[in-house]
């Protein structure tokens, strides 16, 4: 088992950027692949980005647009997310989610384990 912990979230600017962190309470987060994903209120769960194990395989979402980078350093035990020429529509609570598998999967169902979410607003 995985305790999720996301920082890293706060109010910000249009235009601004932030970087959201994802690390454990309890457990080895480099013993899994991880996903952000973020809901906004009335939305469905989206999914953002995913990275593999070892941090070689990426795959994004189509709402980032080339604006959030996702990354790992198994040393330090996190996840990092970027984000980058933030809008107004980025708001929302972003989650990380752990799976124990190879790769970086997309669906929300395949991950195990989730964090209690870190809130972004963006105003314009």
């Known amino acids: 088992q995985v305790q999720l912990v996301e920082s890293g979230g706060g109010s910000v600017q249009a235009g601004a950027s932030l970087q959201l962190t994802c690390t454990t309470s309890?457990?080895?987060?480099?013993?899994?692949?991880v996903g952000w994903f973020r809901q906004a209120p009335g939305n469905e769960r989206e999914f953002l980005a995913a990275?593999?194990?070892?941090?070689?395989?990426?795959n994004y979402g189509d709402a980032p647009k080339g604006r959030f980078t996702i990354s790992r350093d198994n040393a330090k035990n996190t996840v990092y997310l970027q984000l980058s020429n933030l809008t107004p529509e980025d708001t929302a609570v972003y989650y990380c989610a752990a799976d124990p598998g190879l790769f970086a999967p997309n669906i929300a169902a395949t991950y195990n384990y989730w964090g209690p979410g870190t809130q972004v607003t963006v105003s314009s």
């Open positions: 990275i593999n194990i070892r941090g070689g395989s990426t």
């Open positions: 309890g457990g080895t987060l480099s013993n899994y692949a």
